[in-house]
Nanobody, 128 residues
Framework: QVQLLESGGGLAQVGDSLRLSCAAS????????VAWFRQAPGKGRQFIGA????????????YVEESLKDRFSITGSGAEDTVWLQNTALKPEDTAIYYC?????????????????WGQGTQVTVSS
């Protein structure tokens, strides 16, 4: 059973940069897709983007939703079993609990129901 642990959340100011980490508790399978979602108070879970990796084919792919790609980026390292979510200019509307989730396979899905493994989430609060 793969366990995912998010870290890097906290209180930040508008305009700050923030990097969240999603680390697996053990060597994960490949191919694998790790996605980032967020859930703001009173709202549904929103897909941000994902990182997929296939070590057998020696390739990987990162995707961020079009509406968010001006400020968000996703990178990953199979060697470190970690995927990072970077936000370069925080806004108050970025306040949410951020979750990472994983699924076997290299196909990126925007649906939360596609992912089998979930972290506990990390809170990000942006104050103006």
């Amino acid at each position: 059973q793969v366990q995912l642990l998010e870290s890097g959340g906290g209180l930040a100011q508008v305009g700050d940069s923030l990097r969240l980490s999603c680390a697996a508790s053990e060597r994960t399978f490949s191919p694998i897709t790790v996605a980032w979602f967020r859930q703001a108070p009173g709202k549904g879970r929103q897909f941000i983007g994902a990182f997929s990796e296939n070590l057998h084919l020696n390739n990987n792919n990162a995707y961020v939703e079009e509406s968010l790609k001006d400020r968000f980026s996703i990178t990953g390292s199979g060697a470190e079993d970690t995927v990072w979510l970077q936000n370069t200019a925080l806004k108050p509307e970025d306040t949410a609990i951020y979750y990472c989730a994983a699924v076997r396979g290299a196909v990126i899905s925007t649906s939360s129901s596609s992912y089998n493994y979930w972290g506990q989430g990390t809170q990000v609060t942006v104050s103006s």
